[in-house]
């Protein structure tokens, strides 16, 4: 008999069934079916609410009769079929036993992946008008109760099963200098995945044994380092295998090859690449919202329009984006990946002002996409950066973005984002890590370089903020954030003519004539340094007034130009109107408001924001070299 399922596919609560193969995925783990227990699955879920009788499942399942002890067949199928659902047939979820008549399967039904025509081409409404995009938008969004994404597991499984085992050997160094990093390597893998999954993944560490004393297990992944000529220099490949513990048969490979760089680094950039093929190949149906689409054409078609839209660099690309993610969502409401990055390209950096209806719709996408899929890493991160950003609650921040890298440790974008996070926190070595694995992952990303830079400043790191502002300025040249952090890096280290010989490279961009020119170059530092923040600020309001930006970001031109008042005026608005806010979370630990120290109104400020632990280094030396530099401007600010 021809099976009527292949190549269609089903979602329900937490799990995806395909039917051309007779995979049942849930988050934790997939299942093989049985042909009979996979056709008999497709059966009450193409028919869901509706009595499937013995007799139709005799026919479907056993069609040439030869089937003698059919009522203990059928039972042993329905068993199999509970036993991957974790259904107690004493307290029915899914498959209902109507007795002596047959099985049904409960409502709410699951919703295949494959749409018939008419949904495909759009649903039409009560009118006989297609949905408009707000209509499905309206649809594609569910409300959820404040803090209700808290409880959402990280890794929710419908029932208990024996988890995979992997092992992992101690990297082979071919080479004497290359211990290190073999070490590193072993290391930064072990703690990769046994953070992932740990419910359905148990790593067993064998990097302090010999290869064979290994305990047996699921899967066995083994590695080596080796150097090899490029070029001029020296380079490494990692090399790595992973290995059926059953029969040592091969199942995934791959090299590696690096420039030696920081060995931390490259350890940390390989290992979260291979931990992310490895729990793939480990756990099938691994799906952490990075990864392709599949299911609805039409709507995969839009997700991919919309990923390709996210990497322009513009505010149109990523209003655009928005819409191509939300015709997703239309065609396909349940289509994770799409929800998620639904919520990503509502709160983008090059988008539109992120206002509090965008961030709230945000918020319900997301928390929606883990709904469907517990996880989707990219819907972690979204809500992670609401809540450092808006909602300022950093515990569930960090336990959000903390979830974000374990789901998905090669995705740049997470570390990204959990390194804001440990910054604002003052754990700025942890935060560096991040941001140097994140440009790692990702080294073309201008996102990550701006905060890159951000992030050595935090760290009163100032020569690796220059450093990091050059680098930025190859990636990005109009950037002016490159050449503010330039100045005001050269200020904190007390080199004034380096921040002004900078300040005059900047007006004399902007200044069109050579007698301007000339006498920019004429003017002293002081005054260089004053028009320098003077066209900054003017720069800054325009933004702020005319496309509703932070008004936060106003406060340091403020300082720069010795209006304290002013400078804290914009931190108390900008407070008050609780948007969004990249600034804000790093009040307490930004060197650009030394020149506060001891200020109560700032302090307040700061236990507004639930910081009052990690005020501002109070260094009396760099809090007097920073009010000392400002009292000029000051002076003659108030002539």
């Not at 040592?248 to 490979?253: C, E, I, K, L, Q």
């Not at 720069?539 to 304290?564: C, K, M």
């Not at 109104?601 to 910081?611: A, M, S, T, V």
Request: glycine share 8%.
């Amino acid at each position: 008999m021809k099976n009527a399922g292949v190549g269609r596919r089903y979602r329900f609560e937490a799990f995806r069934f395909d039917a051309g193969t007779g995979e049942l995925c849930n988050p934790a783990e997939s299942i093989k079916l049985r042909p009979q227990a996979s056709r008999a699955l497709e059966l009450l879920l193409s028919r869901r609410g509706e009595l499937l009788t013995k007799d139709e499942l005799r026919q479907a399942l056993w069609p040439d009769e030869r089937i003698v002890m059919f009522e203990s067949s059928i039972a042993a199928v329905m068993r199999e079929l509970r036993r991957a659902l974790g259904d107690d047939p004493k307290s029915p979820r899914f498959i209902e036993t109507i007795p002596k008549r047959g099985y049904r399967f409960l409502p709410p039904p699951g919703v295949p992946e494959a749409r018939d025509a008419r949904r495909r081409h759009g649903a039409r409404g009560t009118a006989g008008g297609f949905l408009n995009l707000s209509q499905g938008l309206a649809v594609a969004l569910v409300v959820l109760l404040p803090n209700a994404i808290e409880k959402i597991p990280a890794l929710a499984s419908a029932r208990t099963a024996e988890p995979v085992t992997v092992t992992v050997l101690p990297f082979e160094s071919l080479a004497p200098p290359l211990a290190s990093l073999s070490g590193d390597l072993s290391r930064e893998l072990v703690g990769w995945l046994g953070h992932a999954a740990p419910e359905t993944l148990r790593v067993i560490d064998a990097t302090g044994r010999r290869t064979g004393d290994a305990a047996p297990s699921d899967l066995v992944l083994q590695g080596s380092v080796r150097a090899v000529e490029d070029g001029p220099g020296e380079a490494v490949v990692v090399s790595v295998r992973l290995l059926s513990g059953a029969d040592g048969a091969f199942v995934w490979g791959e090299d590696y090859p690096r420039r030696p760089g920081e060995p931390a680094v490259v350890a940390r950039e390989v290992s979260a690449r291979i931990a992310d093929r490895v729990l793939s190949s480990a756990l099938p149906g691994w799906s952490t919202g990075y990864g392709e689409p599949a299911g609805n054409q039409d709507a995969a078609e839009h997700y991919r329009r919309g990923l390709d839209s996210l990497e322009q660099f513009s505010p149109q690309a990523v209003a655009g984006a928005v819409e191509d993610f939300a015709e997703a969502i239309r065609l396909d409401p349940g289509f994770d990946a799409a929800h998620a990055r639904f919520a990503e390209a509502l709160i983008h950096w090059m988008g539109p002002a992120r206002t509090a209806e965008r961030v709230e719709q945000a918020r319900q996408a997301a928390s929606r996409a883990i709904q469907l899929e517990p996880r989707n890493a990219v819907a972690y991160r979204v809500l992670g950066e609401i809540g450092l950003f808006v909602d300022r609650d950093w515990q569930l921040a960090g336990r959000h973005l903390e979830q974000s890298v374990r789901l998905s440790p090669s995705a740049a974008p997470g570390h990204h984002s959990y390194a804001l996070w440990l910054s604002s926190r003052g754990r700025q070595e942890e935060a560096l890590r991040e941001i140097r694995l994140a440009e790692a992952l990702d080294s073309g990303s201008i996102a990550i370089s701006i905060d890159a830079m951000l992030l050595h400043f935090y760290a009163r790191d100032f020569e690796g903020t220059v450093t990091a502002a050059r680098r930025l300025q190859q990636l990005w040249p109009g950037s002016q954030s490159a050449h503010r952090y330039v100045v005001l890096s050269r200020l904190a280290t007390g080199d004034a003519a380096g921040a002004a010989d900078e300040a005059r490279a900047v007006l004399g961009d902007l200044n069109a004539t050579l007698a301007d020119s000339r006498l920019i170059t004429a003017m002293p530092d002081g005054d260089v340094l004053e028009a320098y923040w003077t066209a900054s600020l003017g720069a800054v309001q325009r933004w702020v007034q005319e496309d509703g930006g932070d008004p936060s970001f106003l406060s340091f031109h403020y300082l720069q130009l010795g209006q304290q008042d002013a400078a804290l005026h914009s931190l108390e608005t900008a407070i008050a109107d609780a948007r969004f806010s990249y600034l804000l979370p790093f009040l307490g630990v930004s060197p650009a408001y030394d020149s506060l120290c001891g200020n109560q109104r700032f302090e307040r400020i700061l236990r507004d924001l639930r910081q009052s632990a990690l005020t501002v280094e109070s260094v009396d030396s760099r809090c007097d070299a920073a009010m000392q530099a400002a009292a000029p401007r000051a002076a003659r600010a108030a002539r």
